[in-house]
């Protein structure tokens, strides 16, 4: 019985860790993750209702990818490029402005003083 606890106490302690780690940003790129985030942001600028209805599952996605992250793709393609030294091949996308600044009001549409 005591065995059976002290197991599954490691197994939420290893849990806990790894979502700490995930949550800290301290593991690399997290290239899929930013994918995500990237694509609900533009989903929320897009159809706002739409993106807090569905809030719960993206909150499951972010997991789901962070994890994906740490667990497969940051160890396949990232750390073994920083451990040789050559830095890393990840590169941030880089294109115009994202339509989420379109939120705030331009200087034409702001109440004049």
């Known amino acids: 019985m005591r065995t059976r606890h002290r197991r599954r106490s490691t197994v939420a302690a290893l849990l806990l860790a790894c ?14 993750k930013r994918s995500l985030d990237r694509a609900l942001k533009k ?28 667990l497969i793709l940051n160890p396949l393609y990232w750390w073994p490029d920083v451990f040789r030294g050559r830095g890393t091949s990840f590169e941030e996308a880089v294109g115009e402005p994202e339509q989420a600044d379109a939120i705030s009001p331009s200087p034409e549409q702001s109440p004049q003083s």
């Open 19 to 32: 979502l700490l780690v995930v949550q800290v940003g301290c593991v690399g790129p997290n290239k899929l």
């Open 43 to 70: 989903g929320y600028v897009e159809h706002p209702l739409r993106a807090q209805l569905l809030f719960p599952v993206n909150l499951v996605f972010n997991h789901v990818a962070a994890l994906t992250d740490l």
